[in-house]
């Protein structure tokens, strides 16, 4: 019995009440580096991690306090012979045996066990602080997106759709996703489940009308052969995407109108210069003309560039206020227009502070382009729910429909469409920028009416 019990794989010993080595296995040496000799006729606690002591004389005394038989187990860390500490699982039995002259108690080794569930759990932990911490929205679905198997919350904060009801429903992320995009980005859900992986992007967010854009990169991981989970991340792209419109918008807008001007000016120059006359003063003013428009458009681009660019909080603006700005400004520049202003005093809106800007431009531009010698012009309040603004209307021609459809995104931007000039353009960014809305209501016989909708601030009575 000694001999089988010597070639044993586990370490085996025998203790008696006081817990006390009677006997000892030769697997002893190998597991904690003792002799049997060396232990026997010692006290077993002793070795035991004085943070597992306790628990570990706890079990011992409630089995031994059982009924015959009894058996229980327990983990603990128990000192090796060069001090260090290996982890035991042992089996504690109160034997009915009474040749035993004591209680039996098997140990295996399981330190590799334990030094991996504490990887993995540093590593869980490390993976929740990052997904706690981070903006971008990470995500495991099951193969057939019937589950989720994990999601951060960062995907309420982007999505504007509760993690509850996203882990109730799985399928509910494609409601916030546009309506537009909603097919690619299901055929792109099939690929994943197909073994592929997708780089996909697109608009989700109901609740900013969709204008915000994501990266979307899932990966499938496979077991056996077959794909069984889904993971990957989502990222806001959304300014990236607004800085490469403004870009495309640039670099077209600008060549348009620089190339147009530039063969005005020129060509009056060569004219004059061929036929060797002295400039006359419809001559001189339209040069002038011309290159004090370029120079407006150079300034407008500047603002621009500084919106973009240097984009500040959103703040509480006042919108009377900014009316009354506005008007004042466009007043001074054209005497000869009539602006009337109907903003009641204390709405207030969220919008970036150069907000008057978008009024003063949409003002200017219905001055411009009016077919008449004095202008009118009028700004009013606009309210439908949980969102204030103004509306401002004239009577002059209707905006083209391109105009405005390329700012909405109904129209791709390229080289015949991108609107003509950068008023709008400006206009559309300062409302983008202040998660407003816009809205053109435009045609014949009926002018324009142009309408800049933003989100009430938090305490607004009227708000939500």
């Known amino acids: 019995m000694v001999a089988l019990l010597d070639n044993a794989h586990d370490k085996i010993v025998v203790i008696d009440d006081d817990g006390v080595y009677r006997y000892a296995n030769a697997a002893a040496e190998r597991v904690v580096g003792y002799e049997p000799s060396e232990i026997v006729g010692t006290a077993s606690f002793a070795y035991v991690h004085p943070g597992d002591r306790d628990r570990v004389r706890s079990t011992f005394e409630t089995v031994i306090g059982d009924d015959p038989g009894a058996t229980t187990e327990v983990e603990y860390r128990h000192r090796t012979a060069d001090g260090g500490y290996v982890w035991l699982r042992s089996r504690v039995m109160n034997s009915t045996d009474d040749r035993l002259d004591g209680y039996v ?34 995500w495991m679905f099951d193969a057939d997106w019937s589950e989720v198997l994990f999601v951060n919350d960062a995907f309420e904060d982007l999505w504007g759709i509760p993690v509850e009801r996203l882990r109730e429903d799985p399928r509910v992320f494609l409601e916030g996703v546009h309506p537009d995009d909603r097919d690619r980005v299901r055929a792109a859900m099939r690929e994943l489940s197909a073994g592929e992986a997708v ?52 670099g077209r807008l600008l060549r348009h109108n620089l190339r147009n001007d530039l063969n005005v000016i020129l060509g009056r120059v060569e004219l004059l210069k061929h036929r060797e006359e002295v400039p006359t003063d419809a001559s001189v003013a339209s040069i002038v003309e011309t290159a004090e428009s370029l120079l407006a458009t150079a300034e407008k681009e500047r603002l621009i560039v500084e919106t973009l660019a240097e984009t500040e909080e959103r703040v509480v603006v006042d919108l009377a206020a900014a009316v009354r700005f506005a008007a004042e400004e466009v007043r001074a520049e054209h005497p000869e227009a009539t602006i009337t202003t109907s903003v009641e005093e204390g709405h207030e809106a969220i919008a970036l502070p150069d907000f008057a800007i978008a009024v003063q431009e949409l003002l200017t531009n219905a001055v411009n382009h009016a077919e008449t010698d004095r202008p009118r012009v009028s700004v009013s309040t606009v309210e439908e729910g949980d969102r204030v603004g103004i509306a401002v209307a004239d009577d002059g021609p209707p905006i083209p429909e391109g105009e405005y459809a390329v700012l909405a995104g109904d129209t791709e931007i390229d080289s015949l469409n991108h609107g003509s000039g950068l008023g709008l353009w400006l206009v559309h960014w300062l409302v983008d920028l202040s998660n407003g809305e816009i809205r053109f209501d435009c045609g014949p016989g009926k002018g324009n009416r142009i309408t800049m909708l933003f989100n009430r601030p938090p305490d607004d009575p009227e708000g939500r």
Do not use: C, K
Request: proline share 2%.
């Open 105 to 138: 108690v098997s140990s295996t080794d399981v330190t590799e066990r334990r030094r991996a569930e504490a990887e993995h759990e540093e590593a869980q932990s490390r993976l929740g602080e990052l997904a706690a911490n981070t903006t971008e929205v990470l």
């Open 199 to 250: 780089d996909i992007e697109y608009r989700v967010a109901p609740d900013t009308g969709f204008r915000r854009w994501v990266w979307v990169q899932g990966r499938p991981v496979f077991e056996d052969g077959e794909v069984v989970r889904i993971v990957g991340f989502v990222r806001d792209v959304t300014d990236r995407r607004r800085r490469e419109q403004h870009l495309r918008v640039m």
